[in-house]
């Protein structure tokens, strides 16, 4: 089956520090993954969507400024949080379709929790 | 806007079938209904999709009534390991349009 895999799983970083998290499709292309954001006992929030060689698309209220997504491959996707503060603690996950079951069928990395001291 | 309703929270006892409800009223002729859910700390997990035809996998049953407004998830009999919140979304089948979380439903199952 489609598996997503994200690095790192959590990470600890101090405030104004910039951190990185990658999603990588490990069997499969995707030309669109979408980055999610997830705060405690919240539904999963839709930060943007990223377009292999161009652009990312980000949902309103999202700051492309802060989050920087890079979509360089067809398997690989970055999202850098720049100059990261407490308030951008949160579970972030990404999500790519294999586009192989005639619908619209995510799969989701494990998620990184990031903390921000 | 939330384009499902699903309950906030229900229990189950273990063993017993888990049926989960959910509106989806204004659902568009072409979109699907997803079904996820989220073990604690994980990322979401695929449970099953449908468009108007009841569907069956190794992990659940969905029930979609002919107005497509509502359906039900139904897990056949429940585990512990199957607590989690569990996410009904409704949205298209092109693979390059993403899905809305709405709140979802917190699934116990208790001994």
């Known amino acids: 089956g489609a598996v997503v895999s994200q690095h790192p799983s959590w990470v600890i970083c101090k405030s104004g520090t910039s951190v990185k998290i990658e999603c990588r499709s490990l069997?499969?292309?995707?030309?669109?993954m979408f980055w999610y954001r997830q705060f405690p006992k919240q539904s999963l929030m839709l930060m943007a969507t990223?377009?292999?060689?161009?652009?990312?698309?980000?949902e309103q209220g999202v700051e492309k400024d802060k989050f920087l997504i890079n979509h360089a491959s067809l398997t690989l996707s970055t999202l850098t949080v720049t100059s990261a503060h407490p308030e951008d603690s949160s579970f972030y996950i990404c999500?790519?379709?294999?586009?192989?079951?005639?619908?619209?069928?995510?799969?989701f990395g494990a998620g990184s929790r990031l903390t921000v001291l | 806007d939330a384009k499902t309703t699903q309950p906030p929270s229900m229990d189950c006892a273990e063993g017993r079938a888990a049926n989960l409800p959910c509106n989806h009223s204004?659902?568009?002729?072409?979109?699907?209904v997803y079904w996820y859910r989220q073990i604690h700390s994980q990322g979401p997990q695929y449970i099953i999709h449908?468009?108007?035809n009841n569907e069956t996998n190794e992990m659940a049953s969905l029930i979609i009534t002919e107005d497509r407004k509502s359906s039900t998830l139904i897990l056949p009999h429940a585990t512990l390991r199957d607590t989690a919140v569990y996410y009904c979304?409704?949205?298209?089948?092109?693979?390059?349009?993403?899905?809305?979380f709405g709140g979802g439903t917190r699934l116990m199952v208790k001994p």
């Open positions: 999500s790519a379709s294999a586009g192989n079951t005639g619908a619209n069928v995510l799969t």
């Open positions: 069997d499969f292309q995707a030309t669109t």
């Open positions: 990223s377009n292999e060689g161009s652009k990312a698309t980000y």
């Open positions: 204004t659902i568009s002729g072409n979109e699907y």
């Open positions: 449908g468009l108007k």
């Open positions: 979304i409704v949205g298209s089948n092109n693979a390059g349009n993403m899905l809305t």
